[in-house]
């Protein structure tokens, strides 16, 4: 069966830059006012992932998800896109148009982002802003890029991540410390046309399953020659 992976857009999948001082600025302004509520909602049980869910985050093993949420201002997403869709577009190599903004996002002890694909329609482009974490040891975002690379990207306070959200990701580490605190910006390629993906996987129980993708194709390409 042919494998549908995502297109490739940017020369590299990922590039993480630091977080321009003039956003950086406007985000502590609001960031330091901020009070982080629980996200409420009863946890769901994903029989794929074998794991319950709130806000698409996972407790590692039985546990309840931890996690929380402030809400940053329309001022401060469209300072976002004001200052970040340059640099984006620059990264990506073409025109983007603005989808959506999430946070700012807060995640406990023990949290857990199960490896996916974001949504095929609006996140294709997409950047996560570091604003803050009281973290024991760096939770890293595992990154599977186009070749089937499998990356482990760390962050610092004030960095920012251009990524490809149609390749896999995920922070399968569980997550060891106080809080860790991001916000989410996503873009899509003017003109996108979403059925590019049709068929397209967008859940993985493991990275050694959405790595077989890879293999199984290399050894098709081995057995016709
Ligand atoms: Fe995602």
């Given at each position: 069966?042919?494998?549908?992976?995502?297109?490739?857009?940017?020369?590299?999948?990922?590039?993480?830059?630091?977080?321009?001082?003039a956003l950086q600025e406007k985000i502590w302004a609001e960031?330091?006012?901020?009070?982080?509520?629980?996200?409420?909602?009863?946890?769901?049980?994903?029989?794929?992932?074998?794991?319950?869910?709130?806000?698409?985050?996972?407790?590692?093993?039985?546990?309840?998800?931890?996690?929380?949420?402030?809400?940053?201002?329309?001022e401060l997403?469209?300072a976002?896109?004001?200052?970040?869709?340059?640099?984006?577009?620059?990264?990506?190599?073409?025109?983007?148009?603005?989808?959506?903004?999430?946070?700012?996002?807060?995640?406990?002890?023990?949290?857990?982002?199960?490896?996916?694909?974001?949504?095929?329609?609006?996140?294709?482009?997409?950047?996560?802003?570091?604003?803050?974490?009281?973290?024991?040891?760096?939770?890293?975002?595992?990154?599977?890029?186009?070749?089937?690379?499998?990356?482990?990207?760390?962050?610092?306070?004030?960095?920012?991540?251009?990524?490809?959200?149609?390749?896999?990701?995920?922070?399968?580490?569980?997550?060891?410390?106080?809080?860790?605190?991001?916000?989410?910006?996503?873009?899509?390629?003017?003109?996108?046309?979403?059925?590019?993906?049709?068929?397209?996987?967008?859940?993985?129980?493991?990275?050694?399953?959405?790595?077989?993708?890879?293999?199984?194709?290399?050894?098709?390409?081995?057995?016709?020659?």
């Amino acid at each position: 069966m042919t494998v549908v992976r995502a297109p490739r857009i940017a020369q590299s999948a990922f590039r993480k830059i630091r977080t321009p001082a003039a956003l950086q600025e406007k985000i502590w302004a609001e960031y330091s006012a901020m009070k982080f509520q629980p996200t409420g909602g009863e946890a769901v049980y994903d029989p794929h992932y074998k794991a319950k869910q709130r806000a698409g985050i996972s407790a590692q093993g039985e546990g309840e998800p931890d996690v929380g949420h402030a809400p940053a201002s329309r001022e401060l997403f469209d300072a976002c896109y004001e200052i970040l869709t340059p640099l984006i577009e620059e990264w990506a190599g073409c025109k983007l148009t603005r989808s959506w903004g999430y946070g700012i996002r807060s995640y406990g002890r023990g949290s857990v982002l199960h490896l996916h694909r974001d949504r095929v329609d609006t996140h294709v482009i997409s950047c996560i802003i570091h604003v803050d974490d009281r973290s024991d040891t760096p939770w890293p975002l595992d990154f599977i890029d186009h070749e089937g690379e499998l990356h482990h990207v760390t962050f610092a306070r004030g960095e920012t991540l251009f990524y490809e959200s149609l390749c896999p990701h995920a922070r399968l580490t569980p997550f060891a410390g106080e809080y860790y605190r991001n916000m989410y910006v996503h873009w899509r390629p003017e003109n996108w046309d979403p059925e590019t993906c049709r068929g397209m996987r967008s859940r993985y129980s493991s990275i050694e399953e959405c790595l077989s993708e890879w293999q199984d194709q290399d050894s098709a390409a081995i057995a016709t020659g």
